[in-house]
């Protein structure tokens, strides 16, 4: 099979990439060039910008494909522009979109590929609007589309997140023993897919035309709770953790600047249903143990230099000293 991955050295794609390879098939990137983590040398890439549209679908037009995987494709001009590169010359698309999709709000948990499309970040609106574009393709000209929605993946290409923040340094004050922030009780459940698992299951689904004009959440089934992702980190990193939680409005109210993401989305429990997908997939199960697939992301900081010195930045001890310091009623 001959696939062409749009992206591909990213952290979901650089997982597709591994699958796709350990299935012996041909693999073609189509990305800038300028990621800081190679391809591997069996990787074929064509060097483009897709926001150069004229020359993105002249250089994908000029090639038929068993498969392309969208893995930047954040609205409906890059949905549009794909499906013109693609359109005749491709045996399945498979587009990658977001559960962000379904909120914040969310209209329930273990939420079903049916569920109200209730998102309001710009982020989630314009991934249904590519998405649409594409689902409209399939139904008025049969375009060969399937729509992936991953929750949050994590794996080499991205920062480890934690609850209360994208930076890194939560890694080096575990290191340093010093306690870290968690917001409301910790037991806001989530769920957590390496995105080498992730991988398996785009490379997986490729060639499946009971697929087209279908979607399906991509997460992992087993949600886990704040409180067990920031240990999960402790076990990986092998050291004891010191959790203090503290309520959500009060983090937001203390620094409205470092914490009010939070409230567009690690402050929400997300459970996403795996089901539709364990019935196209049935041999799909995600089988990384997650203080490993944790390591290997921590591994990547490293190299990366992304785990910032802790005692740079005080505003967590301040805090937890604040909560700390609150008179307790007896
Ligand atoms: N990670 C998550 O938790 C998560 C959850 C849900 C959905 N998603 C979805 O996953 C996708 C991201 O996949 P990823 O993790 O593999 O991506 P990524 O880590 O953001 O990497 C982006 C890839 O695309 C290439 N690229 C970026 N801009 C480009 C452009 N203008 N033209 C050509 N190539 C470009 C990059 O290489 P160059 O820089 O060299 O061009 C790189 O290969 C997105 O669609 C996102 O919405 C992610």
């Known amino acids: 099979m001959k696939v062409l991955v749009i992206g591909g050295t990213g952290n979901i794609s650089r997982g597709i990439v591994a699958a796709l390879l350990a299935r012996n098939y041909e693999v073609v990137l189509f990305n800038r060039g300028q990621h800081a983590d190679p391809p591997p040398s069996d990787v074929r890439v064509i060097k483009g910008d897709r926001q150069h549209r004229d020359d993105f679908e002249a250089k994908v037009s000029a090639e038929n494909w068993d498969a392309v995987i969208d893995m930047i494709s954040f609205n409906a001009e890059d949905a549009a522009s794909a499906i013109r590169a693609c359109q005749g010359r491709v045996g399945h698309f498979v587009q990658c979109s977001t559960v962000m999709t379904y909120g914040p709000p969310f209209s329930g948990i273990n939420l079903p590929e049916t569920a109200p499309l209730q998102g309001t970040s710009g982020y989630g609106l314009n991934k249904v609007a590519a998405d649409n574009l594409l689902l409209e393709a399939h139904a008025n000209d049969g375009f060969p589309v399937t729509i992936f929605k991953p929750s949050y993946t994590h794996g080499p290409g991205m920062n480890l997140l934690r609850q209360v923040g994208g930076d890194g340094g939560w890694i080096d004050r575990l290191r340093k023993g010093k306690p870290i922030l968690s917001a409301g009780d910790g037991l806001n459940y989530f ?116 785990i910032p010195n802790s005692d740079a930045d005080d505003l967590e001890d301040r805090v937890i000293e604040t909560i700390r310091n609150l008179p307790r009623i007896r």
């Open 191 to 306: 769920q957590f897919l390496a995105s080498r698992d992730a991988g398996d299951a785009f490379a997986a689904i490729l060639g499946k035309t009971e697929c087209f004009g279908e979607i399906y959440n991509i997460v992992h089934p087993q949600a886990r709770t704040w409180d067990e992702w920031h240990g999960a980190a402790a076990s990986a990193l092998d050291v004891d953790i010191e959790i203090v939680h503290v309520s959500q409005e009060t983090l937001i109210a203390m620094s409205p600047e470092r914490f009010s993401g939070l409230r567009g989305n690690f402050g929400h429990t997300q459970i996403f249903s795996h089901n539709k997908l364990a019935q196209v997939l049935p041999d799909f199960c995600p089988q990384i143990p997650v203080t490993e697939s944790v390591a290997e992301n921590i591994e990547w900081m490293d190299k990366h230099n992304l």
